[in-house]
């Protein structure tokens, strides 16, 4: 069993940081074995919409984002955690997203070697904004949540709050008894 975190906020030891590891202690309680990405730390760049991996499944691309790849086909459940930027998702995090395009075909089903791995994959969110009105980031819960349900994966569910200065989070129990919980059900739903 392994849980995969994708942290996508620039701010290493930040909220959205923070509330990712609690999440993946949740799944190392659970039994799973974990591994945290921070995107700002790898190469990602763009999709350029080429269309070469439709036929390939593999990313022309010459970044970090193909051994991210390989990570995302291996793990059992994915948990993003990232904070608003402009009422969206911070760039890291998008430019991780567009890439998984590589791993679909021409009409946005999964490549065919990669089905078995992807279906029914977990995935969870977490999102922390500085507006006090957690629903600040529902547009980057409905993002995630559709590419799910579009592509037969599995909801795990999101946690959202709100936090402005680095570690503010800390103080927040409910949200890292919520990040816990859902560390725990990815390893175990
Ligand atoms: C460039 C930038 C844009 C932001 N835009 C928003 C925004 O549109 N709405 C909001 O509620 N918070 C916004 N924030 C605040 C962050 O979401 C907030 O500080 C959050 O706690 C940062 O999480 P982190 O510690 O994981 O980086 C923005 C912060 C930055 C740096």
Redesign the pocket.
């Known amino acids: 069993m392994k849980v995969l975190g994708i942290m996508g906020?620039?701010?290493v030891g930040?909220?959205?940081?923070i509330l990712l590891d609690k999440a993946l202690a949740g799944a190392k309680e659970a039994g799973a074995e974990v591994e945290k990405i921070i995107l700002d730390k790898k190469k990602i760049s763009g999709c350029k919409d080429c269309k070469k991996c439709n036929e390939t499944g593999l990313c022309v691309l010459k970044d970090d984002m193909p051994e991210i790849h390989k990570k995302i086909l291996e793990a059992d459940a994915i948990i993003h955690?990232?904070?608003?930027?402009?009422?969206?998702m911070t760039s890291q995090m998008k430019a991780y997203l567009d890439r998984w395009c590589a791993l679909f075909d021409a009409n946005w089903s999964w490549q065919k070697a990669y089905y078995p791995k992807m279906k029914g994959k977990r995935i969870g969110l977490i999102t922390?904004?500085?507006?006090p009105n957690i629903h600040?980031?529902d547009p980057i819960v409905h993002s995630f949540k559709s590419t799910v349900e579009m592509t037969k994966m599995h909801w795990l569910g999101e946690v959202m709050t709100?936090?402005?200065?680095?570690?503010?989070?800390i103080k927040d129990e409910k949200a890292r008894k919520n990040a816990f919980e859902l560390g725990k059900k990815a390893a175990t739903s």
């Open positions: 906020s620039p701010r930040g909220n959205s940081d955690s990232v904070p608003v930027y402009f009422w969206s922390v904004c500085g507006d600040t980031a709100s936090a402005i200065d680095k570690g503010d989070v």
